[in-house]
């Protein structure tokens, strides 16, 4: 299960890079009905659809799953001590 969190936050990570990369930052500026220089209005809506979704993903989720897998470990030893059957001597 950590593995599965930490992978999809390194994944929520690469997202946003591969996005930023591809110069969709400059799409958000249809939020403002700006018009885009030169592309469709569809195109770029699109793009920036997907820049901020990425870019959400990376900074909200992305820690909260790192953290999550940083709690999950110690949790689980400890619930497997409390289950642990007590023997009586």
Do not use: K, N, W
């Amino acid at each position: 299960m950590r593995r599965a969190f930490l992978g999809a936050a390194l994944l929520l990570g690469a997202s946003f890079a591969v996005c930023h990369l591809a110069g969709l930052r400059q799409d958000v500026s249809v939020i403002a009905l700006t018009p885009p220089v030169q592309e469709s209005f569809e195109r770029a809506a699109a793009g920036a659809v997907l820049y901020l979704a990425s870019y959400f993903g990376a900074t909200l989720l992305a820690p909260a799953l790192v953290l999550g897998a940083l709690v999950y470990g110690p949790l689980c030893a400890l619930a497997r001590a409390m289950l642990r059957p007590v023997s009586r001597v």
